[in-house]
């Protein structure tokens, strides 16, 4: 995902002019998460972040100069504050990473406020949200702006990186939030068009039958656990195709297009409040998933979320 603005992130990790606070905007949380893994790599590995050492392991895996926080609550970053107070024992730098920043209590927000305005010299903070709005304008104020945005013709662009042809690369666009990199991880995975057919298809017995068990559905997301965030990408891609479609009538606008008629009928079958729900639902389970969680209980709660919303709003 190379842009002006991440480069500069990524050089400022080896270089001397880093600064004490960034925070990422991506619409995608996984491709921010690895933008911030590339910078932590940098910032540790002697050799310039190159992804075999035993410091970009540490990097990534776990780093006693490193602390990882999604969304968190007053008392998390209360020991992040006593974190950043000692000096650093390996890396150049203590790093607070903070995904989710659009996620966190506006008194966990306000707590960090000081410390952003005045870090202590030796450590650097790490933010990361969706959208720049989302966070407190007080936060990111303090902080340098990273934004990780596409470009405005992403299929176009997709298609031509990936040679791949119109639909493809609109469904690829759609999933990968318009980054070619991420585009051409997701296509590169040879199970990845079976995993999404299987998803859309339970979506859509979620969505058709009465009294539908949600065991199976449960049972194919922990079997795909390691996949688990592309898999939600695909359930929010398939619901805003049906809300899109609500809204417009236009099929234009669909990014699945080799679902287009099950869109069509789902849209004359559910109120756009029900499905705005939906996707809200996934993508508040997306950022529980982004830190360790019962991966079972988080599954069969959303699942239940979303038939309550079902059943909730249909027509
Ligand atoms: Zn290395």
Redesign the pocket.
Known sequence: MSSIASDLFLNAASGKKLLGAYLIICSRPLVARRLIDAFL?RLC???G?????A??RKALEGHVDILRLTAPKIAELRDALAFVAEQPYEAPRKVVVIEGADDMPVQAANSLLKTLEEPPPGTVFILSARSVCGVLPTIASRCAIVPLTPGPDAPRAIAKALSVDDATARILADLSGGFPDEARRIRDDADFLARRAETIAHCQKLLRQHNMAISAFADFLENNKEHIIPLLCIMQSYLRDILVFIKTRDAGFIANVDYLDDIRDAANRFTSGAISNMINVILDTERRFLSPVNFRLAAEKMLFCLLEEKHRWQK
């Open positions: 790599m590995c002697k050799k972040g190159c992804g075999a050492c410091d970009c």
